[in-house]
C-alpha cells in the first residue's frame, strides 16, 4: 500500500501504523482500514487519521510515534475492532480539548492493573478517562423493544463494565473523578437520533447503575448538532469551570 504512496504529505501518521497497513494486504484483506480507503479512496482516509494523530499529539504533547506507543496498540494484531478501538480513543482526547481539556496523559496498559485509556484535566480537577466505541456495525436504536439493540440498555451495561477500571485509575493516580467516553457509530442511534434523546439514553443508563459517584458519561456521535458544533451529550453536567 505504501510503495508509490508519498508518506510525507501524512507527517502525523506513525511508522508502525503504515507498516501494519502493508500487513493488512497480505493477512486480513476484510480489515475495515481497507475498506474505507477502497470507498472512499486513500488520500480521504489518511489525511482523515492524519488529523486524528495530528490533534492528539498536540494535546498529548506527544510525538505520534509515542503517542501511538503509550495507546497500547499493537501492530501484529489485525482485528479491525482493536485498531477502530484505538482512533476511538484518539477521538476521545480530541472532543474532549474541544470541551477544556488539557494535559492529556495516556496510560500504557498494564500487565497487572487494568487501567484507563487516559488521564485529563479540566479546571483544578483530574480526571481518568475510559472509552468505549459502540461499533458500525451492530444494530441499536432509542426505546428499542429488543434490549440487545436498545441504546441505554447496551451502554449501561459497558458502563457498569468499566466503573471498576475507572474507580481502581482514579485512586492509583490520585485523580478526582473519572469518565466515561461513549463513541457512537451504532447506526441508527447515531443517525436518526436527536441531541435531546441522546441525553434521556445516557441519563437512564447512569441512572440504572445508581449514579456513580463522581463518574461522568459522555457520548459523542462525532456528528454535528443543531447548531452546527460537534454533537455530544453528558451526565451529570460537568462542574463549571472559571
Known amino acids: 500500500m505504501t510503495e508509490g504512496f508519498d508518506l510525507s504529505a501524512y507527517p502525523s501518521i506513525p511508522k508502525k501504523l ?13 480489515h475495515r482500514l ?5 470507498r472512499q479512496g486513500a488520500g480521504k482516509t489518511w489525511r482523515a487519521i492524519n488529523e486524528l494523530f495530528a490533534l492528539a ?3 498529548t504533547n506527544l510525538h505520534p510515534d509515542k503517542l501511538l506507543e503509550r ?3 499493537n501492530s501484529g494484531d489485525l482485528d479491525s475492532s482493536n485498531f477502530q478501538a484505538m482512533l476511538g480513543v484518539l477521538r476521545a482526547i480530541n472532543q474532549l480539548c474541544q470541551l477544556g481539556f488539557k494535559d492529556f496523559e495516556p496510560l500504557h496498559p498494564k500487565l497487572n492493573r487494568q487501567e484507563a485509556d487516559f ?12 472509552v ?23 451502554i449501561g451495561g459497558r458502563v457498569k463494565e468499566k466503573l471498576q477500571q475507572v474507580s481502581s485509575t482514579v485512586l492509583a493516580h490520585k485523580c478526582d473523578r473519572g469518565i ?3 463513541v457512537l457509530d451504532s447506526q441508527p442511534a447515531k443517525a436518526l437520533s436527536s441531541t435531546d434523546e441522546l441525553q434521556q439514553v445516557i441519563k437512564e443508563a447512569v441512572c440504572r447503575l445508581g449514579e456513580p459517584r463522581n463518574t461522568y458519561l459522555i457520548l459523542f456521535t462525532g456528528m454535528a448538532d443543531e447548531y452546527g458544533k460537534d454533537e455530544y451529550v453528558c451526565f451529570p453536567s460537568l462542574p463549571q469551570v472559571s
Do not use: C
Open 34 to 38: 481497507l475498506k474505507a480507503i477502497q
Open 119 to 130: 488521564i485529563a484535566s479540566r479546571g483544578d480537577q483530574r480526571y481518568a478517562v475510559e
Open 71 to 73: 495507546l497500547g496498540f
Open 132 to 154: 468505549f466505541r459502540s461499533s458500525e456495525t451492530a444494530y441499536r436504536a432509542v426505546s428499542h423493544e429488543k434490549p440487545s439493540s436498545d441504546l441505554a440498555t447496551y
Open 180 to 182: 466515561i467516553v461513549v
Open 57 to 59: 499529539a498536540q494535546a
Open 18 to 30: 503504515w507498516e501494519y497497513s502493508d500487513r493488512l494486504l497480505a493477512d486480513n484483506p476484510s
